[in-house]
């Protein structure tokens, strides 16, 4: 998960198929010029006219010039719009534990921040799409965010700028004028990736120019001419595309339109490949996202595509640009332009394929989460939750297979119960719920596995803070367990019903319960089951009054968690430790517990357990009269809790301990001081705050760093050091007046400075 919008992560890595950016410097101008002044620029053209590839450049040239964060949300794998927000969500680093919905949370978390959101592929969820636009732009103002889409968004306020195809030369340019043009030099560029001996002369400026004419400018025909380049000679290549396309040009006055010449140069692509290429490529269309090889081998194959052959024609794939290579810790995956896939999708529906295909795409994901609950505690269980996070758009999809029929929907919830962590772990709370929603309408009314899904649905519900829901989904998972004798599922549901005792502080409760269920979950042997419960079962004796005996069973989770290497679980059961100390016990454990935990972060990356840490440690620094510190401590805590949507005090436990917390340190050094250095805290990013709490870095270096001023806003302290008003500002930088109203804004607050004349001042210093 990104780490909130002080340090996005999720833009960083551009997608396989950005390669190198070849023209388009018209293009990122007016966006960026556009950028400026409008809340939501759509980016719209027709498939493979490279609207991808240039957000990824404006996005780029944006933040060198301004600074700002950006986020790059991929939406072409995503089917559901349910779960357009949860998604940004999610890419944000923004959690989902609140019962509110979650455009409100995100609406929350970046009503102050300084973003360029980015949407990619909005045209099959346009009408969401604009919902979620429009509300960021009227809420948020600091907020841009950049969509492309095959139509606009038709929001008040979006500034449309239509793509258009690579500028081709004319018939009869000179050599040198055809080579100035950018379809020109992508074919090169492109032409010579594949074909290192590739050389342009004289003499090819006809077949050339007939060429990119041919192509329209459209890159990805382009990009799937140029790799013939190793075959054909540039005579050759424009001669068998006169051809083709003459054909479409037939029944019609003039030129075939743009989206034909598009799927002209894709038909003969397919014509191109060999047969066991075709059944591949149609095949493969029902993964989302990327795959592996191992999924294309058991997905794929069949017929006159043997299994043992999947690999060789994979890499005849490759080898003609219509798989894509991306290398990920532990192996290759795989991935179609979107274009390419919906191509072969058309063709896997042709052959009346697509509902087999879909069966053995869900039968190979449905194996994929079996093997990840048998192997959770018993393997790399980090490289599992990777994988899985990698796999999520497959897992989309396989469910909303299984969606379909009673009996799949059985397999459906199976599924579920198998990669339950996944959810929990990843706090995908709200999708984990909808699923459940799904597969339970859809199986039938005696359904085995539906009191596994039940539960799931109500525990989310719980830390969501959806009460009412919580109690529904309990309550009919207890009959559904009672109902098929399933004493697992029964075990849950004591489980989940203590979590929630123990969340109202009924330690008496949630002790009993919590030990009912880990008798049951010993008997049938689910260990993970197991520990998870048995950190909260310490929890609640220690709070219960058994101090000695809360820690014992504490002590002994850990130990358990360490000897099998489990890290998610260790995690919660040190905060568990931690939060007992606290409340209770030794100050100097707690602080200890603590900084295990957040060392284990940079391995789990849970937010979750991050704020409830900083929380516990902010009361610590209190208690051992260190307000200062607990101040700094508290703000960053609640910062934390903020971008995942909840707060400590929902845990009641905790209410009465915060508030005499805030009491000693406000006594100490005052409200106002107290506030400021809280506010600082708030400031800090989640590593800076990690780093803080473990003393690997002072306040005062956290705050120069974030007093940096950016590229754009140097620019403009400079101006403001000539006497000019906002107003001429704008006019001198061509920016609209409420961006410098913004900017001089933030270099107030950032050099700590009441006005102007301050600014002037620095600029002087600075320069001197």
Known sequence: MADGVGSLS??????????????????????????????LVTLTG????????????????????????????????????????PTVANVLGFGDRSAKPAIDVVVEALRASRLLLVLDNCEHLVDSCAWFADTIARQCPEVTVLATSRQSLGVAGERVLPVPPLGVPEQGDSFERAVSHESVRLFVDRASAVAPSFRLTEEDTGPLIRLCRRLDGLPLAIELAAVRARALSLSQLADRLDQRFSVLAKDRRGRPERHETMRALIDWSHDLCTGPERLLWARASVFSGSFDLDAAEQVCSGGELPRDRVLEVVDGLLDKSLLLREEYPGGVRYRMLESVREYGADRLSEAEATADFRKRHRDWFAELACRYATEWLETDQLGWIGRLRREHANLRVALDYCAGTPEDAVAGLRMLRDVKEFWIVRGLNTEGRMWVRRLDEAAAPTAPERAHGLWLSGFLALVQGDLPAYRSMMDRAAAEAEATGDEL???????????AALIGDDMPEASRLFGAAIDLFRVHGDEGAELWAGYNYGLAVWLDGDIDRGRAILAESVERCERSGEVFWRGWALWSRAAAEYLQGDLAVATRCCEQVLRLHARVDDRV??????????????????????????????????????WPTRYEAFAEPLRADTDLVTAAVGWEIAIKEFTDGAAMTTGDAIAYALEERSPTATKQTAQVLTKRETEIAHVVAEGLTNQEIAARLGIARRTVDTHIDHILTKLGYANRVQVATWVTRSAG
């Open 10 to 39: 999720g833009w960083s890595a551009e997608p396989a198929e950005v390669t190198s950016y070849v023209g388009r410097d018209a293009e990122t101008g007016e966006a960026h010029r556009l950028l400026e002044t409008a809340s």
């Open 46 to 85: 027709p498939g493979g006219v490279g609207k991808t590839r240039l957000a990824w450049r404006i996005a780029t040239a944006h933040r060198e010039a301004t600074a700002d964060e950006v986020a790059f949300v991929s939406l072409a794998e995503l089917r559901e719009p349910a779960l357009l927000v």
């Open 489 to 499: 599922a029964a075990a849950y549901v004591l489980h989940v019903r203590a979590y």
């Open 609 to 646: 357990v991050v704020g409830f840490t900083l929380t516990v440690l902010a009361g610590c620094a209190a208690r051992t009269g260190r307000p200062h510190r607990a101040a700094i401590l508290h703000g960053a805590s609640m910062n934390v809790w903020r971008t995942v949507g909840a």
